[in-house]
């Protein structure tokens, strides 16, 4: 998705899953795996750490680090290629598959921007 005001953020992100699919395929005879975690928003100190207790995605309902643990590491057990945890972060994974990458900035900029959560 494009990370309206966390462009560096979430194009690393991107890179990181693309990097992990390519490196997967080159690995794939070795009996290494490659997995890639993408988490949706997270109860850690993300938030605060990088300044954004401002925004509504801070203010937000969070998943579980526990939980999201969990789905990456059983996900690596399962030799699975990726895995997105969370229903919410599913449901929104799956909408950006179809959704016009313009949509898509403009919906993240009403969840990232900041002052856009409650007061």
Same mark, same amino acid.
């Given at each position: =998705?494009?990370?309206?005001?966390?462009?560096?953020?979430?194009?690393?992100?991107?890179?990181?899953?693309?990097?992990?699919?390519?490196? %997967?395929?080159?690995?794939?005879?070795?009996?290494?795996?490659?997995?890639?975690?993408? *988490?949706?928003?997270?109860?850690? %100190?993300?938030?605060? %750490?990088?300044?954004?207790?401002?925004?509504?995605?801070?203010?937000?309902?969070?998943?579980? *680090?526990?939980?999201?643990?969990?789905?990456?590491?059983?996900?690596?057990?399962?030799?699975?290629?990726?895995?997105?945890?969370?229903?919410?972060?599913?449901?929104?994974?799956?909408?950006?598959?179809?959704?016009?990458?313009?949509?898509?900035?403009?919906?993240? %900029?009403? =969840?990232?921007?900041?002052?856009?959560?409650? *007061?």
């Amino acid at each position: =998705m494009p990370g309206t005001f966390q462009a560096v953020y979430n194009g690393t992100k991107a890179f990181i899953d693309s990097f992990s699919f390519a490196l %997967r395929e080159e690995l794939r005879d070795t009996g290494v795996t490659v997995t890639c975690l993408m *988490p949706g928003a997270t109860e850690t %100190r993300f938030f605060e %750490r990088a300044g954004l207790l401002d925004t509504k995605i801070s203010q937000d309902e969070k998943d579980d *680090p526990a939980d999201v643990a969990k789905a990456g590491y059983d996900a690596v057990l399962a030799g699975e290629g990726d895995v997105v945890s969370g229903w919410k972060n599913k449901l929104q994974s799956s909408l950006a598959n179809v959704t016009p990458a313009e949509t898509l900035a403009k919906q993240h %900029r009403k =969840m990232a921007e900041p002052g856009s959560g409650n *007061p």
